[in-house]
């Protein structure tokens, strides 16, 4: 069971560097959402988001698509904040990566991407 596999809405590639949360948004209280961590993060997405349209695909569907390369993963919980999101995850649960795609991907993100907070 995957848990965040937009790690908060970053990988829906919505949120930019100069971003703010409202007080009650839980982002606020989680680190990866602070200062330079946040802007290293923003820029590997803009990154993905590039090798997305480089392959011809969105970045929810990159996402997903490597996700679900990952042979213990069978199920992900999505979140969504509209319709538009919805449909993005639907389309994009449908998403084959081939393994040089994966190996772009990994390649582009490095380690520190699937480090989560303490």
């Known amino acids: 069971l995957a848990f965040e596999p937009f790690l908060c809405g970053l990988l829906h590639g919505k949120l930019h560097q100069n971003a703010v949360f409202d007080l009650t948004d839980l982002r606020v209280r ?3 959402f602070r200062g330079q ?3 290293n993060t923003v820029e590997t997405v803009n ?10 695909m969105t970045l929810t569907q990159l996402a ?4 679900f390369q990952n ?12 319709a538009q999101q919805v449909r993005q ?3 994009a649960g449908t998403a084959l990566l081939t393994p040089e ?5 990994e390649q582009t993100v490095g380690p520190q991407m ?4 303490v």
């Open 101 to 105: 795609q994966v190996f772009l991907a």
């Open 30 to 32: 989680d680190r990866r």
């Open 114 to 117: 699937f480090e989560h907070p």
């Open 64 to 67: 997903l698509g490597w996700l």
């Open 71 to 82: 042979p213990g993963v069978h199920l992900a919980v999505c979140g969504a904040k509209d």
């Open 47 to 56: 990154r993905l988001r590039r090798l997305a349209e480089q392959e011809g």
């Open 89 to 91: 995850i639907v389309a």
């Open 37 to 39: 961590r946040y802007r």
